[in-house]
């Protein structure tokens, strides 16, 4: 089993920037590939961004192409995204994703792909 913790979130303003970071604990292994992804009330759950198990690909939402940047760092065990330029339409719910791989550089952009779920943190985006 594998947890995953989100931390980071909070209120910003538009034009702000914020990082979100997802730690991982349990069988912890460097084999696994990650996303996050969004959830604002009333709408379902979307993908943001996602990068496979090398952390040498990675993939966005046209919505966050370019202002959002995921990142890893497998010695720690932990996930990044580094958000730029929020709009007010960021705000959500933002919760990581993990799942095993054998596919060093596959991504996977599909939220019924992943096998584990951080319970999420609040973005909220004043504008």
């Known amino acids: 089993q594998v947890q995953l913790v989100e931390s980071g979130g909070g209120l910003v303003q538009a034009g702000g920037s914020l990082r979100l970071s997802c730690a991982a604990s349990?069988?912890?292994?460097?084999?696994?590939?990650m996303g996050w992804f969004r959830q604002a009330p009333g709408k379902e759950r979307e993908f943001v961004a996602a990068?496979?198990?090398?952390?040498?690909?990675?993939d966005y939402s046209d919505s966050v192409k370019g202002r959002f940047t995921i990142s890893r760092d497998n010695a720690k065990n932990t996930v990044y995204l580094q958000m730029n330029s929020v709009k007010p339409e960021d705000t959500a719910v933002y919760s990581c994703?993990?799942?095993?791989?054998?596919?060093?550089?596959?991504?996977?952009?599909?939220?019924?792909?992943?096998?584990?779920w951080g319970q999420g943190t609040q973005v909220t985006v004043s504008s």
């Open positions: 994703a993990s799942r095993i791989t054998y596919e060093y550089t596959t991504i996977y952009t599909d939220g019924q792909q992943y096998n584990y």
């Open positions: 349990g069988r912890t292994a460097s084999n696994y590939a």
């Open positions: 990068i496979s198990w090398s952390g040498g690909s990675a």
